[in-house]
């Protein structure tokens, strides 16, 4: 069926909204960064952190914008869908920001329709109003809307959906899509950093004694080493990227730990002497598949070229790092993603190709068993997707 705005909704366009200014600034700034992150691509935390900065607001203010601001970029082939039923042409970006963030809280959120439209009205610059308020009427009137089919209900790339499905079937694929879009819960250590409870339970699952030596081969920011180091290891944190080492030493430095040398460089051309370490850690760059909750523009960003990549990468950094581990110690590999492509086929030809290594199964009934391996969907507990692996060096 196709909807088109008609005369009434036209003259309706200039009649002034009635709102008061109570969460019309915090609407302004949801608008600003959703405008910025479609303009300029830019990533949705660093968009959004920077302009919390700047902003004059309180607490609550500064969580409806983060709300909307995660949620209406992890929903907006949904939204867009939703909208672009009453536009005659695609809307320029401050346009399609004022419609996603509208249309966001009417679909998403428990705001009383009313309040969304007028306070989103109010937010949007002048030229936009009259539209704004003409669509997002129409959607009010029109809820709940009646999908045309999973991929835009779920709002991901086709390939993910197909990729997710395939591998898991449909109701566990699902029900895995569905959990992502939910904002991830905050989970906060002893020690005051913020760690999903996924990547706690890596290092719990590392056989860590105090005084081991352990190379973490990919650690910025330095959340795997942090923990590892409360365990009187002591941690070689490694990472290729300069600028991601500077989160690793601002850790450290917060932290106040000694038991973390942190050091940048490429982990598939490591500096170090052969069988050097108790246990090396491959906690690797993947595509975060498992992430996708928290990273609420990755889903967009990522595609298979980048799996396949990853993949090729993630086999050679567990190349290098098995010759740095002492015999007798412990080879770990960990993912935060959970499609086969990057971890048990990983795992698969890394063994095919290398002596000297025997599996250490995963025991844990936290995590499903996969293989020796184990698995974390985040529909399991509410955790990042995670995937881990261990094997014993001789
Ligand atoms: C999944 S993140 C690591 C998260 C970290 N272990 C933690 O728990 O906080 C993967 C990291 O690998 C790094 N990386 C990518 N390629 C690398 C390489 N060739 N050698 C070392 N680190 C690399 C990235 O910069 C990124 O910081």
């Not at 088109?4 to 949801?30: C, F, H, W, Y």
């Not at 290098?320 to 086929?345: F, N, Q």
Request: some cysteine; hydrophobic content about 40%.
């Amino acid at each position: 069926m196709a909807y088109q705005l008609t005369p009434a909704d036209i003259s309706d366009m200039n009649k002034p909204p009635t709102v008061s200014q109570g969460g019309v600034e915090a609407r302004k700034l949801a608008i600003s960064c959703i405008n910025r992150i479609d303009e300029s691509e830019g990533y949705a935390n660093i968009v959004l952190s920077n302009a919390l900065k700047k902003a004059n607001a309180d607490q609550r203010d500064r969580n409806l914008v983060t709300e909307i601001v995660y949620g209406a970029t992890r929903m907006q082939r949904a939204l867009d869908w939703v909208v672009d039923r009453y536009l005659m042409k695609s809307p320029p970006p401050a346009l399609r920001a004022s419609l996603r963030v509208g249309t966001y809280q009417l679909l998403y959120t428990r705001i009383p329709p009313h309040a969304a439209v007028s306070t989103t009205v109010e937010a949007s610059s002048k030229k936009n109003k009259g539209v704004v308020n003409a669509v997002l009427r129409k959607v009010a009137e029109e809820l709940p809307v009646e999908w045309p089919n999973e991929g835009v209900r779920l709002s991901y790339p086709d390939w993910i959906i197909n990729l997710v499905e395939a591998e898991y079937g449909d109701a566990e694929g699902q029900a895995m899509l569905e959990q992502m879009n939910k904002s991830p819960l905050v989970n906060e250590r002893d020690d005051g950093y913020m760690q999903d409870l996924s990547s706690q339970w890596v290092v719990q699952n590392i056989d860590i004694q105090a005084k081991d030596l352990i190379l973490d081969m990919c650690a910025a920011p330095g959340g795997k080493a942090t923990a590892m180091a409360s365990k009187e290891a002591l941690v070689v944190a490694v990472d290729l990227h300069q600028s991601r080492s500077r989160l690793i030493a601002q850790n450290i430095e917060r932290l106040n730990t000694r038991q973390i040398l942190q050091v940048t460089a490429d982990g598939t051309q490591p500096c170090f002497a052969q069988r050097a370490f108790d246990k090396v850690l491959v906690d690797a760059p993947c595509s975060g598949i498992g992430v996708l909750h928290r990273r609420a523009d990755a889903r967009w960003r990522i595609n298979q070229a980048d799996v396949d990549n990853l993949a090729v990468l993630q086999l050679e950094l567990l190349c290098a790092a098995k010759d740095l581990v002492k015999s007798g110690g412990e080879l770990i590999y960990s993912v935060c993603t959970v499609t086969r492509a990057e971890t048990s086929e990983v795992v698969s030809r890394f063994t095919e190709r290398t002596h000297g290594i025997s599996a250490i199964p995963l025991d844990d009934p936290r995590w499903r068993k996969n293989g020796d391996g184990g698995l974390l969907l985040p529909q399991d507990h509410g955790t990042d997707g995670m995937y881990m692996f261990k094997w014993k060096i001789q």
